[in-house]
């Protein structure tokens, strides 16, 4: 079942990421990583790992890549949640990283969460040195200036103007800024089964968008409980979302038609897929 394997794949990924943050010195700084990579659901590392497994390979061999992800993604939130950026204090149920250890240490955790998101990636385990060159340019790319960081900007620039985003450009958003770092992740097996990764990368550019829509709808219809977050802050500051501009009813049909996009992208992998089929229906079913 997909949610046993999603958890079994997140308590690995954790295990490996306590492991590589174990003899450090025991700082406020290293503290604040360890307490920002706890909790969530794990998707990134699933898709790493499930993508080692699709191609036949024991998934411990990209269980450094999933862990990168995960920390990379980490970074992401605690920057994301900054008083400079959306400003939230609450994260995973929990107060966020500016909140319980100070702005600057959250600046630096997040900072570090990146460069061992990159030290992740050189571990021999993940094969030759240049599939491990390849996920790292890859990784790069997808969180830099052409992705993650370019969404974030995106995202700043929107709360500043004049008129709301249209469909297009949150799209163009969403996709930089929750995409990217879905379709790396989803991508990775492949790299390092050496396989070309093009119907993953289909995949996950339809998983991402379906993902960041379900965001929207249980933004608006979710419980703040278990999505251990603040919910409507968007509507709050006037921003569009997928909602504001497709309504409840046209979301649900955006996203639905998402999933049957991700899981047709998956067709040449034939019942070997069906757990990621499986992903993709959970995204949209989710109620966290």
Same mark, same amino acid.
Do not use: N
């Given at each position: ?55 036949g ?22 920057h ?14 929990q ?27 050189t ?36 709360g ?25 992740? =989803?991508? !990775? %097996?492949?790299?390092?089964a ?7 990368? *289909?995949? #996950? +550019? @339809?998983?991402? $968008? ?5 965001d ?18 968007d =509507?709050? !500051? %006037? ?11 046209? *979301?649900? #049909? +955006? @996203?639905?038609? $998402? ?12 019942a070997?897929?069906?757990t ?13």
């Amino acid at each position: 079942m997909f949610v046993t394997v999603l958890a079994e794949d997140a308590a690995r990924v954790q295990g490996r990421l306590e492991a590589a943050l174990a003899d450090r010195a025991a700082l406020p700084l290293i503290e604040a990583m360890r307490y920002a990579v706890r909790g969530g659901k794990g998707l990134r590392g699933f898709l790493v790992m499930e993508g080692a497994r699709l191609h036949g390979l024991d998934p411990a061999r990209a269980l450094p890549a999933a862990a990168a992800a995960e920390a990379l993604h980490a970074y992401s939130l605690v920057h994301d949640d900054l008083p400079a950026m959306d400003d939230d204090d609450l994260r995973r149920g929990q107060p966020t990283v500016h909140v319980r250890w100070g702005e600057a240490t959250a600046i630096l955790a997040g900072d570090a969460l990146q460069s061992l998101a990159f030290e992740l990636l050189t571990d021999p385990v993940l094969g030759a040195a240049e599939v491990r060159l390849a996920l790292v340019a890859g990784l790069a790319r997808a969180v830099g200036a052409e992705g993650m960081v370019l969404g974030q900007a995106l995202d700043m620039a929107a709360g500043a103007a004049a008129a709301p985003l249209g469909l297009d450009e949150i799209t163009r958003l969403q996709q930089a800024k929750t995409g990217a770092l879905i379709g790396w992740s =989803a991508e !990775a %097996g492949a790299l390092i089964a050496g396989t070309d990764p093009a119907p993953l990368a *289909a995949f #996950a +550019r @339809a998983l991402g $968008l379906a993902f960041q829509i379900a965001d929207d709808i249980l933004d608006v219809t979710g419980d703040a409980a278990k999505a251990g977050k603040r919910l409507q802050k968007d =509507a709050a !500051a %006037g921003k569009a979302t997928f909602v504001s501009l497709l309504g409840l009813e046209g *979301a649900h #049909a +955006r @996203a639905k038609a $998402l999933v049957e996009e991700a899981e047709a992208a998956l067709a040449p992998y034939g019942a070997a897929a069906d757990t990621l089929r499986h992903c993709a229906r959970f995204v949209i079913a989710r109620e966290m």
